[in-house]
């Protein structure tokens, strides 16, 4: 069973960091494309990034460029997302999923307020 | 970008009722198309890829449709549990874009 987990959400002041992390199983996870998207709070879904299989190719929406980092260790079966200068519009649910989105993780929570 | 516009936001429709609702895209994405459904505090699920094709354990009521530029989600038969937000997505290229999505509600 594919399993998604997110973790490392919480309540951040603005210009603050975080690492938010996810736990892959129950599939061969160095040989899939890996996505986050985000839902902040009663708005739709929004794609964040992506990374290829081996990490070399990364994908960002322009409103996250230079301050999200999305990253992998296939050794460790998780996916990351550093998020940097973090600002209130970033307050959202951030789900970890397959690139073709057909497994979708629980979600995240992160909250940035001061 | 490419810019999904997906009609109607918000409708109320009977139990047993046909529903569609349709994206439309800003540039030609073949069939880089898919259909989602989420429902209050849950993660979205995949209802329909490449346009027409059902996902696993996706009930036969749901069909996916393709006319030129317009991309349409229907419901044969309206049932309860098939009140949720509908969104589309388009996935030819990055940036990917979902449309604005579609409050489905029993009348």
């Known amino acids: 069973e594919v399993q998604l987990v997110e973790s490392g959400g919480g309540l951040v002041q603005p210009g603050r960091s975080l690492k938010l992390s996810c736990a892959a199983s129950?599939?061969?996870?160095?040989?899939?494309?890996m996505a986050w998207v985000r839902q902040a709070p009663t708005k739709g879904l929004e794609w964040v990034a992506s990374?290829?299989?081996?990490?070399?190719?990364?994908y960002y929406r322009d409103s996250v460029k230079g301050r999200f980092t999305i990253s992998r260790d296939n050794a460790k079966n998780t996916l990351y997302l550093q998020i940097d200068s973090l600002r209130s519009e970033d307050t959202a649910t951030y789900y970890c999923?397959?690139?073709?989105?057909?497994?979708w993780g629980q979600g995240v929570m992160v909250t940035v307020s001061s | 970008d490419i810019q999904m516009t997906q009609s109607p936001s918000s409708m109320s429709a009977s139990l047993g009722d046909r529903v569609t609702i349709t994206c439309r895209a800003s540039?030609?994405?073949?069939?880089?198309l898919s259909w989602f459904q989420q429902k209050p505090g849950k993660s979205p699920r995949r209802m329909i890829y490449?346009?027409?094709n059902l996902a696993a354990g996706v009930p036969s009521r749901f069909s996916g449709s393709r006319s030129g530029s317009d991309y349409s989600l229907t419901i044969s038969s309206l049932e309860s549990e098939d009140m949720a937000i509908y969104y589309c997505?388009?996935?030819?290229?990055?940036?990917?874009?979902f449309g604005g999505g579609t409050k489905l509600e029993l009348k």
């Open positions: 999923a397959i690139n073709t989105l057909d497994y």
């Open positions: 129950g599939f061969t996870y160095s040989n899939y494309v």
């Open positions: 990374i290829s299989t081996g990490g070399g190719n990364t």
């Open positions: 540039q030609d994405i073949g069939n880089y």
């Open positions: 490449g346009a027409t």
């Open positions: 997505l388009q996935s030819i290229q990055y940036p990917r874009t």
